[in-house]
């Protein structure tokens, strides 16, 4: 099993459209955890941080299930703009080494 | 908010040559650098981890006489891909860590062809 799935889509939506992604991880003392858009050929950006009770940014909201290991992203009223690949981040610990492991992205298409 | 600079942003070389790729970070102080390499279509993989005034962290695979890493500062980090070849282009990106549980901030990339 991968350290950290994601499935790759593309996800094509109408503006307007509720759409959710999700990313199973495998390590169980995995303690961080974001979500990152990246445009083509640009660097990843960071999206947001993703809390255990879960967190709302606007009309993105991210949340965590320990006991099924994913984390999950809902985008609400989807943009044009929303048009990228999003990135799940997982990181195994809080201190001293860490390595972080990128899911391979979901890409969401938002459709006019 | 932090940035990391990183240059060049592109790179065509002949294969054989060395490329150097920088990152620098301008309003903080980063220990640790971490490098990635993204080929097309397929995720961020990490391939070293540089640490200032140590010596590199590599991940399996990945040869360290190839891709040299140099942190001289706590604002410099360089990857240098030595006798580069056509299999090596690739898109190359920086990272550093600003604070705990804050996220990492990214260079811009570099895309490196090799002909």
């Known amino acids: 099993r991968k350290e950290v799935e994601q499935d790759p889509g593309p996800f094509n939506v109408p503006e307007g459209a509720t759409v959710a992604f999700n990313c199973t991880y495998s390590?169980?003392?995995?303690?961080?955890f974001f979500w990152y858009r990246q445009d083509c050929r640009k660097e990843p950006k960071l999206l947001m941080s993703?809390?255990?009770s879960g967190n709302e940014d606007g009309r993105f909201t991210a949340q965590l299930n320990r006991a099924s290991q994913y984390i999950s992203l809902l985008i609400r009223d989807s943009k044009l703009s929303d048009s990228a690949t999003y990135l799940c981040?997982?990181?195994?610990?809080?201190?001293?080494?860490?390595?972080?492991?990128f899911g391979t992205g979901t890409k969401l298409q938002v459709i006019p | 908010g932090a940035v990391v600079s990183q240059h060049p942003s592109w790179v065509i070389c002949k294969s054989g040559t060395s490329v150097k790729i920088e990152c620098r970070s301008l309003?903080?102080?980063?220990?640790?650098m971490f490098w990635y390499r993204q080929f097309p279509k397929q995720s961020l993989m990490l391939m070293a981890t540089?640490?200032?005034?140590?010596?590199?962290?590599?991940e399996q695979g990945v040869e360290k006489d190839k891709f040299l890493i140099n942190h001289a500062s706590l604002t410099l980090s360089t990857l240098t891909v030595t006798s580069a070849h056509p299999e090596d282009s690739s898109f190359y990106i920086c990272?550093?860590?600003?604070?705990?549980?804050?996220?990492?901030?990214f260079g811009s990339g570099t895309r490196l062809t090799v002909v």
């Open positions: 990272s550093a860590r600003i604070r705990e549980s804050y996220g990492y901030t």
């Open positions: 390590n169980s003392a995995s303690q961080s």
């Open positions: 540089s640490n200032e005034g140590s010596k590199a962290t590599y």
């Open positions: 309003d903080f102080q980063a220990t640790t």
């Open positions: 981040v997982v990181i195994p610990n809080s201190g001293g080494y860490q390595k972080v492991t």
């Open positions: 993703v809390y255990s």
